[in-house]
Every structure is written in C-alpha cells, then in structure tokens.
C-alpha cells in the first residue's frame, strides 16, 4: 500500500510568518526601550552618577530608587550599586556603552539591600569581579528567598526570574582596586545601617560613594545599629574629601549639613525611645509615640519611621 500524498498550497503560511515578524519587532522595540541609557550626570572627571527616585520599588519605577554610579580609569570602569532590578542595571550598563567601550572590571555593592543590588545579573555577561563587604554574602543568603519574593510582588513580571549575585571579592576591613591610572580605596564598616555596609572613595577626585550610610531627604531606614551609625556617621562627616555621593537624595555639595541632618534624627530616635523605655513604655507604646522631629525634612516618613522606632527599641531595650 502506497501513501497517499496531498499537495497543499502554502499561501496560508504568509500572514502567520507576518504575523511572527511583527511580533519579533515588537519585542525587539520592547527590548530597546527597557535597555535606554539612564541619565547620568559627570560629577567629576570620570566620576558619572544616577540619582534615583525617593520611591517605594513598583512595576513603574523597576527599582530605580537609588544613587548609582561609575568610575573610568584608563583600563577599565568600576560601577557602584547596581538598582533594584535587572532593567535598570541594563540601562546602567547602556549608560557606560555611552561614555566609554573600556570593560567593566568591577561591581562594586555597597550593602545587601535589593535597590543597591538586584541590577548586578545585568552585569553578568561582563565577567566582573563582583565586590562586597566581608558579612555581604551571608546576609544576602539569609534574605534572598524575601528579596526574591518581594521583588515579584511589587514589580509584577519585571520582578520574576531574578537572581541575586554574590560577591566574588570580599572586603574585611580595607582593599583597593586599580582602574588603570585610578585607585579605588574600599573600606569596610561596623555594623550602622546594615551589618554589611561598604564605601568606596575615588581618591583621584575625592569623591566618596558612602551607600546608603547616608541619605538626603530620604528618611533614614535603619536595619543594622543605630548607635553605631551615629558613630559612623560621625567619622565619614570628618573624612577629607571633595564630595560625598548618598545612597538615596541629591549628591550636592552640602554633604556635611546632611550628615548633621541625619544624626540628628537618629539621635532624636535614641533619645526619645531611651525615654520610653525608662517610662516603661511598651514596644506598640513607643512605636506610636515617639516623633520623627520635623516631618517636613524627609520623605517616606510614614512608611519607614515605626520601623526605625521598632529596631531602636529592640537595640536599646538592653542597654546598661
């Protein structure tokens, strides 16, 4: 028994191959927009920066919500913090396309926090050596199943499939790395926001990229020590340097008024909660009492004050 062939025409097949076409298209334009170059600013000879939104992480923003930064040296960049996804550690990646073809030879984070961080999967492709604070890789184990989860409920589908890269470089307490031409001076902290905070000072321009050990008119959050932020704070207030970049707020020049604008909050924290804890205040007492100081200064208040009152108190309840 023979088969039997049929001989069809294939007209058909031409609208679904224009059809596949235009959806390619349209994917690819998609892949063009969401791969545009954030605005970066030169705040100094091969210092460039990108001044995040004072925001809640949402679908719109995709986690642009933090300062970011690079540095070019005559053999290759260094980027600091990456952004809270990988949208927008693409656009970053296309904003270095921008100024330079040199490779990116570092990704430098300053603490474990998703804004700072989720970016680095963007980065991957380059090879870098991904640096990070001695205590980063632990803290980003313990958090990474709520980071991860977080970051699909607040961005919806630009929040799935995302991967937290590790460092590949630990700093303890102080390392330096080489651009070509141009020393970065890393420093490792004690616990103050978090328990993993790292600065990185370009000692060519004087700038200090300080993460989020400093923020401007984004309420400070507070997730490691407030008593020893307020010494750290203390200490990166008397560097000697030409500029200081914060993790959240504009990077101007008035960085020690807004490190004296920081400390006083947190010490108003202390302060106060030290006050409640001697009345015999409760935790719900406290957190609903305690004042921020002037409300006006900061944005956020009403998401992350309580908070900081709630970690104050926990810190302080023990105190001698």
Known sequence: MHAVVRKHSLGWLAPCIHRLIAVMLTTTAIGAQALEALAVRQAAPGVFLFQGEIAEQDARNLG???????????????????????????????????????????????H????????NQAFIDDKPVFVGHARLPAALAARSTHYLAAAERQMGEAGKGLQLVPPSR????????????????LRAWPTAHTDNDLTVLDEATGT???????????????DGKILGWIKVGATLSAMDVQRVVPGHGDAGNAWREAFAKQGNYLQGLVDQTRRALKAGKTLSQAVGEVEPGDATDWALVDLFHRRNVTSAFAELEWEE
């Open 208 to 222: 200090l990229f300080a993460g989020d050990l400093l923020f401007v008119g984004h309420l400070p959050v507070v």
């Open 112 to 119: 474990v926090h998703p804004d700072h961080i989720l970016g």
């Open 170 to 185: 630990t700093v303890a307490l102080e390392d330096e790395l080489d651009l070509g031409g141009r020393t970065l001076k």
């Open 64 to 110: 642009a919500i933090s300062n970011l930064g690079f540095i070019v040296g005559s053999r290759c960049v260094a980027v600091i913090d990456t952004g809270g996804s990988p949208a927008v550690g693409a656009a970053l990646r296309a904003s270095i396309r921008s100024k330079t073809d040199l490779p990116v030879c570092y990704v430098i984070n300053t």
